[in-house]
Structures are given as structure tokens and as C-alpha cells.
């Protein structure tokens, strides 16, 4: 089956601290890949016309360095700080973003994301709770991004009621876990698709 890639960039961000899980999360083994971040990328690339990982440090020995994003901020963790230098590279247009921690969402829901974003400058998934970073992000929204650092504010519920956006409810929570801990990281290996 021939795969009709989105028009759209993609975005793996995996550049956290990883402090409750004790180890850097992306780089556990997953499915059948040596590690998550491998196993996230390598399963959204053939649907994505450009895909890229943004990340504090080079840590992946399988993309083409062009591929990698590094954070200008090393020692700050935010995603605000994340988004300010991927919209640094990506000038007027919209990028599907995703976390390295969340390898059990469908390419189906991605593409209800996608489909639903057109008129919105974010548009999330929603479970039992947000996933904030889990979406669509126009770099429209790049001024606010950086007056919110101006300002020290690094909450991205600060950005979304800055933005005009939308939060699409889907109904499997489990297809949205967030790989946060040893239980988790059980669990979304358990459920792998």
C-alpha cells in the first residue's frame, strides 16, 4: 500500500529531563528498535514529508544530522524554549509536533489533528486530560512564543489561551500515554501497535 505523506512537517521533541523515569527515556530500547526515539521516528517518517528531532544534545546515531534540531537554550527545560527554536527553522507554515514519550498514537488520529487544524493556529489532542504537545502549532503563534519568554512564562496553557486554537476530544486515553515512569514504559510496551 502506497502511503500519501502529510503536507506537513513533523517535529519529535526530546529534549526533557527525564527525571521520574531516572534515565534518558528516549534512549530505552522499544518495540524492535534499539531505542524509542529510533522507534518514534522511524514509525512517522513514511508519513511525513520532512520529519526532524529537537533535542538539547546530538544523541542519535540514526538520522542525518540535517534532521536535528538543537535547542539553543542547553540549560533550560521548556517547551516554550523548544518551540521558539523550531520556529526559528520553520518560518509561516504549521508543523505537526509530537514527544518522544508518546509512541502509541495513531497515524489516524494524527491525521484528525492535521484535518481539524486548518483554521486554528494550535490544535491538540484531548483525552481525560490535554496533551498539550501533541498537535498542531502554526508559527503564527512565534511573536507570542517569544514575548512569553521576554516574560518568563513557560506554560504552554499560557500559549494556548494566547493562540486561537481548538482541543479535539478523542476517546482511547491509552493510545495517548505518556511514558513518564517504569510503569508506563511497561505498559505502552505492552500496547505497542
Given at each position: 500500500?502506497?502511503?500519501?505523506?502529510?503536507?506537513i512537517t513533523c517535529v519529535i521533541l526530546s529534549g526533557g529531563?527525564?527525571?521520574?523515569?531516572?534515565?534518558?527515556?528516549?534512549?530505552?530500547?522499544?518495540?524492535?528498535?534499539?531505542?524509542?526515539?529510533?522507534?518514534?521516528?522511524?514509525?512517522?517518517?513514511?508519513?511525513?514529508?520532512?520529519?526532524?528531532?529537537?533535542?538539547?544534545?546530538?544523541?542519535?546515531?540514526?538520522?542525518?544530522?540535517?534532521?536535528?534540531?538543537?535547542?539553543?537554550?542547553?540549560?533550560?527545560?521548556?517547551?516554550?524554549?523548544?518551540?521558539?527554536?523550531?520556529?526559528?527553522?520553520?518560518?509561516?507554515?504549521?508543523?505537526?509536533?509530537?514527544?518522544?514519550?508518546?509512541?502509541?498514537?495513531?497515524?489516524?488520529?494524527?491525521?484528525?489533528?492535521?484535518?481539524?487544524?486548518?483554521?486554528?493556529?494550535?490544535?491538540?489532542?484531548?483525552?481525560?486530560?490535554?496533551?498539550?504537545?501533541?498537535?498542531?502549532?502554526?508559527?503564527?503563534?512565534?511573536?507570542?512564543?517569544?514575548?512569553?519568554?521576554?516574560?518568563?512564562?513557560?506554560?504552554?496553557?499560557?500559549?494556548?489561551?494566547?493562540?486561537?486554537?481548538?482541543?479535539?476530544?478523542?476517546?482511547?486515553?491509552?493510545?495517548?500515554?505518556?511514558?513518564?515512569?517504569?510503569?508506563?514504559?511497561?505498559?505502552?510496551?505492552?500496547?505497542?501497535?
Open positions: 500500500m502506497k502511503i500519501t505523506p502529510f503536507e529531563k527525564s527525571s521520574r523515569m531516572g534515565e534518558d527515556k528516549s534512549l530505552l530500547p522499544f518495540s524492535t528498535s534499539k531505542t524509542l526515539i529510533e522507534y518514534q521516528y522511524q514509525r512517522l517518517k513514511p508519513y511525513f514529508k520532512d520529519i526532524y528531532i529537537s533535542s538539547k544534545t546530538d544523541k542519535f546515531d540514526f538520522i542525518d544530522k540535517n534532521s536535528l534540531i538543537l535547542d539553543e537554550n542547553k540549560d533550560i527545560y521548556s517547551p516554550i524554549l523548544a518551540l521558539d527554536t523550531i520556529f526559528n527553522k520553520f518560518q509561516n507554515e504549521k508543523i505537526f509536533l509530537i514527544t518522544v514519550d508518546t509512541p502509541l498514537v495513531t497515524i489516524e488520529s494524527i491525521s484528525e489533528l492535521i484535518n481539524e487544524s486548518k483554521n486554528y493556529d494550535i490544535c491538540i489532542a484531548q483525552t481525560e486530560k490535554t496533551h498539550n504537545l501533541c498537535g498542531v502549532f502554526s508559527s503564527n503563534i512565534s511573536s507570542t512564543i517569544k514575548t512569553m519568554i521576554q516574560n518568563d512564562i513557560h506554560k504552554i496553557g499560557y500559549l494556548l489561551n494566547n493562540s486561537i486554537h481548538k482541543i479535539l476530544n478523542f476517546p482511547n486515553d491509552g493510545e495517548f500515554i505518556n511514558i513518564n515512569n517504569k510503569d508506563d514504559y511497561k505498559i505502552a510496551l505492552e500496547n505497542i501497535i
